[in-house]
């Protein structure tokens, strides 16, 4: 019961408990992990997501299994942790966030640091996920910028506005973002040359460095 009590102080109810984030912060044998784990289920203490993810439901439904929402389970496991963000949402559902289109994929795509191949679908509950290895490592003060570089990149397949329709929705999605010219560059550098020229051509490069230099 020692291990139940860390978890709801830890985690509380209806909250993702990742196991692989577990076995380091306890320091603990994967195989006795396992057994404790084990042990909360049977008991019906923990519910199993699917293999490596549970949570602790706050009360037994009167039909069926306790269910946690997705949204959750993939902001905790692809897009932050407790050291800030690792992951973003891209794809055709990012571009109708901005107001660039009006479709919808009905299999999100997500781009993280917690991807253990360049592309892979994964499916949680019965919803389906496209989960991308990102070009460069996704941190708080990059992921707005890669958004947009991944939808400049493919912008065809993802809108049906012309390009400089952009422009002033992603200014304004950008407007928080400050680097200098020289990490700018840096992450360009890991896009195809059509992707840069966009760049260039909607004016981003000189907005977000000029930024920059102004909070100099």
Do not use: C, H, W
């Amino acid at each position: 019961m020692e291990l139940y009590q860390y978890l709801l102080d830890e985690y509380g109810y209806d909250e993702p408990i990742l196991t692989e984030q577990l076995k380091e912060d306890l320091q603990l044998n994967p195989s006795t992990l396992r057994q404790y784990i084990k042990r909360l289920s049977d008991k019906g203490l923990l519910a199993k997501v699917q293999n490596g993810i549970y949570f602790i439901p706050r009360k037994k439904p009167m039909f069926g299994s306790a269910v946690l929402d997705t949204d959750q389970i993939v902001r905790k496991k692809f897009l932050e942790n407790r050291d800030g963000i690792i992951g973003y949402k891209s794809g055709t559902n990012f571009a109708n966030a901005l107001g660039l289109t009006s479709q919808t994929a009905a299999v999100a795509t997500i781009v993280t640091n917690n991807a253990s191949a360049v592309k892979r679908e994964v499916n949680i509950y019965k919803k389906r996920f496209i989960i991308r290895k990102p070009r460069v490592n996704v941190n708080r003060s990059n992921y707005k910028l890669l958004q947009v570089l991944d939808l400049l990149n493919n912008y065809e397949q993802y809108s049906e506005k012309p390009l400089e329709a952009a422009k002033a929705k992603v200014l304004t999605y950008l407007e928080d973002v400050s680097m200098n010219e020289r990490e700018v560059k840096r992450y360009l550098d890991a896009y195809p040359i059509k992707t840069k020229l966009r760049v260039y051509e909607l004016g981003l490069f000189d907005a977000i460095a000029r930024r920059e230099r102004a909070v100099q």
